[in-house]
């Protein structure tokens, strides 16, 4: 398959990570769906920006937990685009700040259901449709996981560390799977980078003041992210499958 021919899916593609991988995708002609859950504002200003770049998007609401609006989000995009062909499974979150002790189950399964159930989810529907043997064009799926996965995230977000592990090890797994079935499958892991997730978080400053321990010394850019999540997507990486990037400054 031609990455000329890209229709792909961006879960979060409202804001930070998702919305720089939306803008890079579409720069390079492919078409995008941006998917959001809850603030249409920023998905229908996504767009906007896209298309007056001459750019194709859709901005298409759904909660990645929900199997029904994940199945939904690849038929609107499917209908207005044509067959799907690659998915960025990206949507996320953190809670904040908190030993293990203190968590409550409730802030537990909302990260888990949205970072791994909803990657989970969003990856079987990418499987049904992109694979070959199944009558689809094959293609290319990129995971969003985070160096948390790998760290551990101790004091802080142990369950979002958890979660992202989680998606590391479906990355293995789902390259292994589709490897004969025409679909690559890849990973980023994200260091701190400049969105707004850390306010979500709730500790906006504990972040940053981690930068000291990033041998490039800064915190990194959406954009910095974007370029390993297209590169992986497109036919340049045509040998890659299975592989999990670090775009973390050397953490
Ligand atoms: P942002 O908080 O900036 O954006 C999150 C996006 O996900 C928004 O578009 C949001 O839409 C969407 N979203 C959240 N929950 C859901 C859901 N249940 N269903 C569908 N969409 C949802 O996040 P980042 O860009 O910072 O993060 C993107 C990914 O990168 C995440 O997976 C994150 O874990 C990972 N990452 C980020 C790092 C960082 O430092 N920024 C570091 C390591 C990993 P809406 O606004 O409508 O709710």
């Known amino acids: ?18 919305r720089a991988t939306a803008e890079l995708a579409a720069s390079r002609g492919w078409k995008v769906g941006i998917n959001y859950q809850r ?4 998905a229908g200003e996504a ?6 770049a001459g750019g194709q998007a859709l901005a298409i609401q759904g909660d990645v937990a929900i199997e029904g609006d994940v199945i939904g989000m690849f038929d609107r995009l499917a209908e207005a685009f044509g067959p799907v062909t690659a998915l960025v499974n990206n949507a996320g979150i953190v809670a904040p700040a908190s030993l293990l002790a203190d968590m409550d189950v409730s802030r537990m399964r909302r990260v888990f259901d949205t970072n791994i159930l909803g990657a989970y989810l969003s990856a079987r529907e990418a499987a049904r449709r992109l694979s070959t043997d199944r009558g689809g064009p094959g293609g290319a799926i990129v995971n969003v996981s985070s160096i948390a996965s790998r760290i551990g995230s101790a004091n802080e977000y142990v369950d979002y560390a958890g979660s992202k592990g989680a998606v590391d090890t479906l990355t293995l797994g789902l390259a292994q799977e589709l490897a004969g079935r025409g679909v690559r499958v890849n990973c980023v892991r994200p260091g701190i980078i400049d969105t707004e997730i850390h306010a979500s978080g709730g500790q906006p400053d504990r972040a940053w003041q981690r930068a000291g321990v990033i041998p490039l010394q800064r915190p990194g850019q959406a954009s910095e992210v974007a370029a390993a999540i297209v590169w992986l997507l497109s036919d340049e990486a045509s040998y890659t499958t299975g592989a999990i990037l670090d775009v973390a400054g050397g953490r």
Not at 4 to 16: A, D, F, K, N, Y
Not at 39 to 42: F, K, L, R, S
Not at 47 to 52: E, F, G, P, S
């Open 39 to 42: 603030d249409a504002g920023a």
């Open 1 to 18: 398959m031609s990455e000329q021919g890209h229709v792909v899916l961006i879960t979060g593609g409202s804001r930070g990570i998702g």
């Open 47 to 52: 767009v906007a920006t896209i298309q007056r």
